[in-house]
């Protein structure tokens, strides 16, 4: 292995070894979610954040690197044949690539967990202070009305 090698190596592993944190904070803020624990999610927000800014630092790093050395995937030239030609670093890149797979992965579920439990604070917060509730109902003439409407003029 060469000393550039070498280097696309340790970068590699670098931004892996970020990768596998951040998701096993991803893991927990998603325990943390389904087990209502406010306070530990709490505290996990600034060490999520703070693992987002190294990876971004750790994938421009290794960019940068990757384009000073002429070794852009998505060219097919000798270069990265080569370099990919090694297992170590085989195995890293695709590790790599699998790792940001499942870390999109974890993330679309956080987003559609905290997106159905918002639409679901706004419906509740809705009914506690007595707005009306729209439940389709359709009348004779085929329009919708809400099934409150009938009961405006009642009074306890």
């Known amino acids: 292995m060469t000393q550039d090698t070498n280097r696309f ?3 590699l592993s670098s931004e892996l070894d970020i990768n596998q944190q951040l998701c096993h904070v991803l893991q927990q803020e998603l325990d943390c979610i389904s087990q209502q624990d406010i306070r530990e999610l709490e505290a ?3 060490l999520r954040q703070n693992l987002l800014n190294e ?3 750790a994938a421009s790093g290794r960019l940068e690197w990757m384009k000073a050395a002429g070794l852009l995937p998505d060219q097919n030239g000798k270069e990265w044949q080569s370099v ?4 170590e670093i ?3 890149w695709h590790d790599l690539q699998q790792q940001y ?4 992965k974890l993330t679309a579920r956080l987003s559609e967990l905290v997106l159905a439990l918002g639409q679901r604070t706004r419906r509740k917060l809705s009914i506690l202070l007595g707005r009306q509730q729209e439940t389709g109902l359709y009348d004779q003439q085929g329009q919708t009305r809400s099934v409150n409407a009938r009961f405006r003029g009642i009074r306890a």
């Not at 990919?84 to 297992?87: G, I, L, R, S, V």
């Open 9 to 11: 190596a340790r970068l």
């Open 55 to 57: 990876l971004q630092k």
């Open 44 to 46: 996990l927000t600034p």
């Open 90 to 92: 085989a195995g890293l």
């Open 84 to 87: 990919t030609a090694d297992e």
């Open 101 to 104: 797979h499942q870390n999109q």
